[in-house]
């Protein structure tokens, strides 16, 4: 028995293992296009602002590692060229150039995503970088090393990371992005600002919202030196598109599996619609849990649970994978910022009511020294059931989150939550939980609305 | 219509401003035999340690802004003498010694705790101590500054805070327990080991477990010179008395309230037996979620959330105080430390067959500098239902717990913690939680059952 799988990020390699785990015996191939595997793409912004030493930290393992531990072949700088699903087959060229034929009793796709670049003047010059490999970071911050200024074309978190890194190396930054708001998938505006005031005002950001980049021009040497935003010239050295991610369905596609509104379809198995095919990773689509549609989740954390699933149904383990909040969380210097489930935004877009609690406050009893403020937001269906959380705050986010994924996932309201035993020391928290202030803010709005009915 | 209130700690006065939130006109009188009101006795070991500057920093309002902000009349320095629940009325003796008699429509007894010191040789001592209100801290304050060792009995959360905060100050410091570990009540041996470890290896402090505090030993002069644990004489300079604390339920019988197993005895609303007497906070008891069975919760956020139940439900607004989880934390130095929930010992205490799932790992990516390593026990019953949580370590330990509280609220099993959405970035989290891990190690173990069955 062979299994093959195509993608080396964290969805692929978790199928890897999770397979190993429970089956010593089933082959295992990973084919995968790029150098380096086992990294962690999340850390790349903060090796470029040097919080993490130097890239070699954030590989995890090699391909050596996996061959003696788990007895896992990785074939590295490998491209699949073609798919026959019929006959159980694919053909890759190695990196010497040969092509290979391989055939397989278990594929597994875990081709990931690609930034998406749009096509505007100038994105071929010297000093335009996307962001997606660990090559990528390197090429940046080798780059950045020579250059005074930055545009960087989109504000969601990988894109602020950056952005943030390079102010930090020394380069004036500039944003650039098409939402009236940063972090417009994560965070609904009035929250976004919290984290913009401070990117502005304490880091030196700056930032030109509702606008797109127009083109990027440069010198008679084929390198930036500046980029069209609304028709004003901006000089710049740099310029990083930060402007979004597509799933690689191509391969999908040749295989015959069945493409999605958005990528590759998969059922709670994470099997394609050829049985011996499953997807996992940034190239499949899946299920929001709160809205039922369908939707794309590219988060290492969804890698690696949709890894696991695959790898256990592969070997015969029942296991299904959930649909999604999207739970994420960044922090950007001293600003910590998680959102999960639906935005208020996201619920006018759904046509759904909500109530929106919200609460300000520290984060350690107020005479403790170097307590925090932290900013909650729940958003509360109208039958008082919470369906989304954001936070802002200088420590302690992540958690409070994860706290209210559980609380979404279970059913909980916003009545339950304020009364929730949160448990209290004055260094390590308030007398009364800011996620529980923000339940009794929505509990209060939930009693005027039945009070005027 | 007037409303006393017996008791201006954490639960009375939450009651009073409760009253308040709701009732412009409603009297508001608060009786205390305390001079000092609204401060958090959590943080007077911190105080004592120089970590809070001043003692006057934990002092969050004085009687004047009650007056002034909230139209609370507050009476310091008072005791109440008499009780006559026939006629709504009690009898004080203000700090004048003038003995007064007020009628009331309601009354609410939140006389709180009193520490309980074993009657043993040598307890009244001058340098032995027991630490409740601010001026216990003050005096323990003042005392250790000429002072080299001290012996604190009890290793419950307060002594093991003030054990920390004097060897800060730079005493020498025994802690003496008469249980087979520290935190008895709150943390297994197991997860208490941890911290032990730290306090004795990290920080200095000296443990005597599995024996009580024989004697203590006073000078010609009437001060602590040492004392007698086990037959054996050890030298020191101060005796802390953390043996534990006491309802004050006296006040409670002369009303003719009726007293359960352990305190006063109260319904949901937080009403005692007579109908226009509510009791709130230490005094009380009340019912554990896990076990069903009448207990204690000594906590803050007990006496808090209680506080706000009684007043509402005086001014008429219908509120439930729910069965406790006991969720408690504390953080010594750099260690932090929580439980909530049902642990392993009162498992077995209650002969309830349960199934602990562990995980041991870091609070950020590994390669992500100024991780802390969190060590996570949790308590499973036979149906998968998560009853119980322990953790222990450098950072973000708290909110952790207090996600497993919200779980065990609604019923949550360990195969839903493992597949929950945690939030993930590099600075703040691993990109499988510790939580997570520790609810897939509990699944494994059932796993391991089921197959064997």
């Known amino acids: ?59 995890m393992h090699t391909p050596e590692e996996y061959k003696r531990d788990r007895h896992i072949d990785v074939i590295t700088e490998s491209e699949v060229l073609d798919m026959d699903s019929e006959n159980n087959k694919i053909t890759y ?7 290979i034929e391989l055939t397989y009793d278990y594929l597994v796709l875990a081709t990931g995503g690609s930034p998406f670049v749009p096509p505007i003047e100038g994105v071929d010059l010297k000093g335009v970088f996307k962001l ?29 990371e950056t952005a943030y890194a390079l102010k930090e190396l020394g380069l004036d930054v500039v944003v650039v992005e098409m939402a009236p708001q940063i972090l ?44 069209v935003i609304d028709g004003e010239f901006y000089g710049c050295d740099m310029v990083i598109m930060a402007t979004g991610v597509r799933p690689n369905i191509e391969l999908a596609k040749k295989a015959g599996c069945e493409i999605g509104r958005w990528a590759i379809r998969v059922n709670e198995k994470m099997q394609t619609s050829i049985p011996n095919i499953y997807a996992v990773g940034d190239c499949v689509e899946v299920v929001d849990l709160i809205t039922k549609q ?20 592969i070997v015969g383990i029942e296991a299904k994978f959930n649909p999604v909040l999207n739970a994420m969380v960044s922090k950007i210097g001293d600003i910590e910022m998680a959102g999960t489930g639906m935005s208020e935004l996201g619920a006018h877009q759904n046509r759904l009511e909500v109530i929106v609690g919200k ?52 059913n909980m309201t916003c009545n339950e939550l304020a009364n929730i035993e949160f448990c209290y020391a004055p260094p390590v928290s308030m007398v009364i939980d800011p996620l529980a202030l923000a339940a009794e803010n929505a509990c209060d709005k939930f009693k005027k609305i039945e009070k005027n009915e």
């Open 1 to 59: 028995m062979r299994v093959i799988i195509i993608g080396s990020g964290a969805a692929g390699l978790t199928t890897a293992s999770t397979i190993r785990r429970y089956n010593k015996e089933m082959e295992i191939v990973v084919i995968t296009k790029d150098k380096h595997i086992a990294y962690s793409p999340c850390a790349i912004p903060y090796v470029i602002c040097n919080e993490i030493p130097s890239f070699e930290d954030i590989i």
């Open 93 to 99: 060229k190695d990196k010497e150039n040969n092509e």
């Open 132 to 160: 997606r490999t660990i090559e990528d970071g390197m090429r940046i911050k080798e780059y950045a090393e020579n250059s005074k200024s930055v545009i960087v074309a989109g504000a969601g978190a990988i894109g602020l």
């Open 184 to 227: 417009p998938r994560a965070l609904d505006i009035d929250m976004a600002k919290i984290v913009m005031k401070y990117l502005e005002e304490d880091v030196g950001i700056k930032f030109i919202l509702e606008k797109p980049l127009g083109k990027i021009v440069g010198d008679e040497d084929g390198k930036v030196n500046g980029a």
């Open 294 to 313: 369908i939707t794309l989740s590219p988060f290492g954390t969804t890698a690696v649970r949709q890894g696991k699933v695959a790898g256990k149904n």
């Open 359 to 410: 609460a300000r406050a520290l984060t350690r009893a107020r005479y403790y020294p170097g307590g925090k403020l932290i900013e909650v937001k729940l958003i509360c269906d109208m039958n008082k059931n919470i369906v989304g959380c954001q936070i802002v705050g200088g420590e302690r986010v992540a958690e409070r989150v994860d706290a209210v994924s559980i609380g979404i996932v279970k």
